[in-house]
């Protein structure tokens, strides 16, 4: 990348712009330029901002690798070789403003997106006999948003919040497979919407303590056509055509109190209800509530050492892209759509201990179990057969009952001062996931999908003053996530990476 850069400023105007230019080039060949505008102004408390941004950008978890099918009792089923690449382009524009209003202060921002990704894969097989696939996935997205923020003091001791939100999205996704005597194709078009609105009221009677109170509406509105069809004939998917609308309401109270200057106690009470509906292909009508209480406590056992508890029931939100049908053909797996997925809860205790040394250096050391309900994971969903069409078996999001889930995360920052690294700093960061949830399909205890039981990663950065230089580099440690469907088991895996760096400021001005 090569960014090029110009800061320009009016005098009496406090007008300033910012324009950048990078031309990033591939290890493949392939060239993916990209810029960005910004422009800000404004007198006094009245201020306005504004940015542009357009570019192009290449999916670096794409590319060319080994792929294996194994059976249940270890046999190679099949062997290939994979080439693939991912890239697209993205544009994105926002505003903000903000002026002072009825004794209070009033700011608004917009904004709007739009990407476009498409995603490439030609497969060879090799075993068990000579097979060529090849997959083609476009994606593209445009979004709108609008917000609007006021806040406002009614007293010495209490002030107000009030924000409103709302933001809307179009997806469409064309998926194509192809293999001798095999020609596959989904597509899907999805529009979205979320409106919310939200009020708070602060209030602090002493020093030590604080109060808040607020309430929270949201309406969450999905319109999904999903379709695929296998050598030209239409095949049907659950939940393929949906309209769904949620409508939430939450209530909520919290307060902090400092009992002494060591210890900190805060707690709260949020409670939600909400309605969800469902027409077209699934007619649905229900009605969720749920408590949501959280204790935590703050000790500063010492000037260098402090101690943190907490205890919190969460909820989850429901993820409107498990309602509808998806596919992923390059893996020939297909999931339904499920608009009767409720949100999974979750009681958590968390302990951290930080311990401060050298001035600069800390270690983070937290642990956490947590008991779940509702885990959202995947299961069977089977549709009868018609007279157009067989009885057929689909994967789909669903709640699979209790389950745990245990985390230890480590966190160190290690200034190398004293150990003969003049300027220099390491930072580390490991956590280590066990999770347990009983299988659908084969009723066995097994990990929750989709969590990677271990990540980390690594920092090394040494600033050398005399050279107008710092250096360093990154480590990305690698990672492995498997998801149980009910007719396969899919395990990605990622090789650790080094990103060294180098930055050199010839002025302080110019980098």
């Excluded at 509406?217 to 296998?230: G, K, V």
């Excluded at 609308?245 to 209800?273: C, D, H, I, Q, Y």
């Excluded at 969720?288 to 204790?295: C, D, E, G, N």
């Excluded at 360093?472 to 080094?498: A, D, H, P």
Aim: proline residues 5%; aromatic residues 8%.
């Amino acid at each position: 990348a090569l960014p090029i850069s110009n800061v320009i400023k009016t005098p009496g105007t406090g007008l300033q712009g910012l324009i950048a230019v990078a031309g990033n080039r591939v290890f493949d060949g392939r060239k993916k330029p990209s810029m960005r505008a910004e422009l800000s102004g404004g007198s006094g408390d009245q201020t306005w901002e504004t940015s542009a941004r357009y570019g192009f950008g290449v999916d670096d978890g794409s590319g060319d690798g080994p792929g294996i099918v194994i059976s249940p009792s270890g046999a190679v089923l099949q062997r290939s070789d994979i080439e693939s690449e991912g890239d697209g382009g993205e544009y994105n524009l926002t505003a903000a403003f903000s002026r002072p209003l009825a004794g209070g202060k009033l700011k608004l921002n917009a904004k709007a997106n739009g990407d476009k990704f498409k995603f490439e894969e030609d497969q060879t097989t090799r075993f068990p006999s000579p097979l060529v696939e090849t997959t083609d996935d476009t994606y593209k997205t445009t979004g709108h948003e609008g917000g609007v923020n006021y806040t406002r003091n009614l007293g010495p001791r209490t002030s107000l919040e009030l924000v409103g939100l709302h933001s809307s999205q179009n997806q469409t996704i064309v998926s194509r497979y192809r293999a001798p005597g095999e020609d596959q194709a989904f597509g899907l078009d999805r529009d979205s919407s979320e409106t919310i609105g939200r009020g708070v009221v602060k209030f602090k009677p002493a020093e030590s303590l604080s109060l808040e109170a607020g309430t929270e509406t949201a309406i969450n509105r999905l319109e999904s056509q999903t379709r695929l069809s296998a050598n030209g004939s239409a095949i049907r998917l659950p939940a393929a055509n949906v309209e769904i609308e949620e409508r939430r309401a939450e209530a909520f109270v919290r307060s902090t109190w400092k009992v002494s200057p060591a210890l900190t106690v805060e707690g709260g009470l949020n409670f939600e209800t909400s309605r969800v509906t469902s027409s077209g292909d699934v007619m649905l009508e229900k009605s969720l509530s749920f408590a949501k209480p959280r204790v935590s406590a703050t000790w500063d056992v010492g000037p260098t050492t402090q101690v943190r508890a907490r205890l919190e029931r969460e909820v989850g939100q429901l993820d409107f892209d498990n309602f509808v049908a998806s596919s992923s053909l390059n893996t020939g797996v297909v999931s339904a759509g499920n608009p009767a997925l409720n949100p999974d809860q979750t009681l958590i205790g968390e302990l951290t201990l930080e311990q401060r040394f050298w001035d600069k250096g800390s270690v983070v050391v937290s642990l956490s179990h947590a008991r779940l309900t509702d885990v959202v994971d995947r299961a069977p969903i089977f549709v009868a057969a018609t007279s157009t069409s067989p009885a057929r078996v689909f994967d789909a999001p669903s709640n699979i009952g209790d389950g745990t889930h245990d985390r230890l995360s480590v966190n160190l920052t290690l200034p190398l001062d004293r150990l003969g690294v003049p300027a220099a700093q390491l930072k580390t960061n490991a956590t280590w996931h066990r999770t347990e949830v009983t299988d659908p399909t084969t009723h066995e205890v097994r990990e929750i999908s989709g969590q990677r039981p271990v990540e980390w990663d690594a920092t090394f950065t040494q600033d050398l003053p005399g050279m107008r230089t710092s250096w360093g580099f990154e480590v990305y440690g690698g990672w492995r996530k498997t998801s149980y469907k009910s007719n396969e088991i899919e395990t990605y895996k990622l090789k650790t990476f080094v990103k060294p760096f180098l930055e050199w400021k010839p002025t302080s001005d110019i980098s």
